[in-house]
């Protein structure tokens, strides 16, 4: 397996900022993003510098890509599952798994939380979103994963590492993973999470409940701050917690743009991108 100097999870502003940055350094760049995150959606931009005219997120978007590329900076459309350390960092998609040196997370998206009464209630009370963090507590327990794609599916074979009786739980929706023989699918709409000091059971909404011992939530694709968790990074709700060099307390490990909180402006990610990309290049020269 080849090992990339810096691996960035993300390809909005902050993501190329740094991926142009450490690239211009002489250093061996992956990007691997599944969507084109916020950027893409914005209908006109006309509040950053140096635009003569506005344009679409779609088409600045497309702009910050192409420039990338013609540096040579390789881009993947893979959807990451998973991220884990051990010496070098392990960043693994839907596809393969790659290895580097250092790590920048530039997803931008936060976690999808779904609405499910007395979710939020039941939160660290048998309500988890993050498998590889709190596994260990559920040892030959019962239990759920809350999602219906590839980051459900990874979560619950991190699950079955401890457990046996893993269910994945889609919630109405259809399932785009491929099915796991190990693993029980349900798709029937959850209407409530039951427990009052902790979580007991999911009900449905055709008034059928199942009996669970913990629920790990996995909706949509997993954001910065999930990976984030997964290694032990300082996190504040969705916020990953940098210091001023976008440095998580996790050696190697970066972050920038709407992923670190604040001003929510393409200005903002630019430049955390630009700081995380030469602070990750200062710290692969340094570890090398």
């Not at 599944?34 to 510098?49: F, V």
């Not at 192409?66 to 040579?72: A, F, I, M, S, T």
């Not at 881009?75 to 599952?81: D, L, P």
């Not at 920048?104 to 009464?117: D, E, V, Y």
């Amino acid at each position: 397996m080849m090992i990339y100097d810096i691996i960035i999870i993300g390809s909005g502003p902050a993501g190329i900022s740094a991926a142009l940055y450490a690239k211009r350094s002489n250093i061996n760049v992956l990007i691997i993003s599944m969507n084109e995150g916020n950027l893409h959606k914005a209908e006109l931009i006309e509040n950053y510098y140096g635009l003569p005219h506005p344009i679409s997120g779609a088409e600045l978007f497309q702009t910050g890509l192409n420039q990338v590329k013609e540096l040579g900076v390789e881009v993947k459309k893979e959807q990451v599952v998973g991220l884990e350390y051990m010496n070098t960092f392990l960043v693994q998609t839907d596809e393969h798994d790659y290895e580097a040196k250092a790590v920048i997370l530039a997803t931008g998206a936060p976690r999808r939380t779904p609405t499910i009464k007395n979710l939020t209630s039941l939160e660290g009370k048998g309500v988890s979103y993050c498998a590889i963090c709190d596994a260990f507590f559920y040892r030959k327990r019962k239990v759920v994963v809350i999602g219906s794609g590839e980051y459900a599916l990874h979560e619950a074979k991190e699950l079955l590492n401890v457990t046996d009786s893993v269910t994945i739980l889609t919630n109405g929706e259809t399932i785009n993973f491929e099915m796991d023989s190990r693993i029980q699918v349900i798709t029937t709409p959850i209407f409530a999470m039951i427990g009052e000091e902790k979580l007991s059971a999911i009900q449905f909404t055709n008034e059928t409940t199942l009996p669970v011992d913990g629920a790990f939530i996995a909706v949509g694709i997993a954001g910065s701050a999930s990976f984030a968790r997964t290694l032990g990074a300082e996190v504040n709700q969705n916020k990953i917690i940098v210091d001023d060099k976008m440095a998580t307390n996790i050696p190697g490990l970066y972050a920038c743009g709407d992923t670190t909180g604040g001003l929510l402006q393409i200005a903002k990610a630019v430049y955390e991108g630009a700081m995380a990309g030469l602070e990750a290049v200062k710290y692969v020269r340094a570890s090398s």
